[in-house]
């Protein structure tokens, strides 16, 4: 079986990952083999959660115009129409040498282990990232406008000219033709950059602008390739998870932490329970 734990990974590009909890991987992800975009006023980035201000630039000709509430207008379609699906990756700064060590692999975080995983109880998914981008594509681009590209990093978001709107343009175009302007034009500053703290996360992420507000939610089942557990995952839960693991013919590892450099080991000793799936 081809692994993704393998040592002589060189391409940083190849793989994906996803931290989250036992109980929502096991209930919901593998169980029903699908993951979701969630509205980006949902993320953990109060850049996206906190309601956005704009300003208006203004000139001579314009100044006494009446504009529309065009800011709330961005507000509504970005924040609540844009969703988002997240993943980290691996460190592509640390695979120029042609050998990559494995503290550089994105399921090695120890401190998104702690955060989004439920301080190592949880898991870590493991993905393809051409097949997820093929799944996506494939089920949900009928939906809307989707989008993808890794975080930029900076020390100063929110201060770009994606939050001053060009009154001309708005006068000119109409609000809706401006609002579609307005946001291919500045959707990396909107959509895909953060401040620097979040950096060691190295996302990765897909944005759907569609007409809905609510979850959308797409197979995996082509894209996954690995699951990791945390280094306390419950060992009364590791029989579900081989469950899966042979129902989508996939390796499973669990990281162990020694002297705190990251060991991914085999699970001995555990059987599978007989259970059915639908």
């Known amino acids: 079986m081809y692994t993704p734990f393998r040592n002589n990974i060189i391409d940083p590009n190849k793989y994906l990952?996803?931290?989250?909890?036992?109980?929502?991987?096991?209930?919901y992800?593998?169980?029903?083999?699908?993951?979701?975009?969630?509205?980006?006023?949902?993320?953990?980035?109060?850049?996206?959660?906190?309601?956005?201000?704009f300003d208006y630039r203004l000139d001579s000709n314009n100044r006494d115009a009446d504009f529309p509430p065009i800011a709330d207008l961005f507000k509504d379609k970005l924040q609540q129409h844009c969703k988002v699906v997240c993943f980290t990756r691996d460190d592509p700064r640390k695979f120029k040498t042609g050998h990559s060590?494995?503290?550089?692999r994105g399921y090695c975080r120890p401190r998104m282990w702690a955060q989004y995983a439920e301080n190592h109880t949880g898991i870590c998914l493991v993905f393809d990232k051409q097949k997820l981008n093929d799944s996506i594509l494939s089920q949900l681009n009928f939906l809307g406008d989707i989008y993808q590209g890794s975080i930029k990093y900076k020390d100063f978001v929110g201060q770009s000219d994606a939050f001053s709107l060009d009154c001309s343009k708005i006068l000119k175009l109409g609000a809706e033709e401006f609002l579609n302007y307005h946001t291919r034009k500045y959707l990396k500053p909107l959509i895909f950059e953060k401040q620097v703290d979040w950096k060691s996360e190295l996302e990765y992420r897909w944005a759907l602008i569609s007409a809905s507000i609510t979850y959308e939610y797409f197979s995996i089942e082509e894209a996954i390739c690995g699951v990791v557990l945390g280094e306390d995952?419950?060992?009364?839960?590791?029989?579900?998870?081989l469950q899966f693991t042979k129902l989508y013919r996939i390796p499973v590892v669990q990281l162990e932490w020694r002297n705190g450099y990251p060991a991914p080991t085999t699970l001995e000793g555990f059987t599978m329970e007989s259970k059915t799936f639908a």
């Open 233 to 241: 995952f419950s060992e009364d839960s590791i029989s579900d998870v």
């Open 17 to 27: 990952y996803h931290y989250t909890t036992s109980n929502t991987a096991l209930q």
């Open 29 to 53: 992800i593998l169980a029903n083999a699908e993951l979701r975009f969630s509205p980006l006023n949902n993320t953990n980035d109060p850049k996206e959660s906190k309601d956005w201000e």
């Open 101 to 104: 060590l494995i503290i550089h």
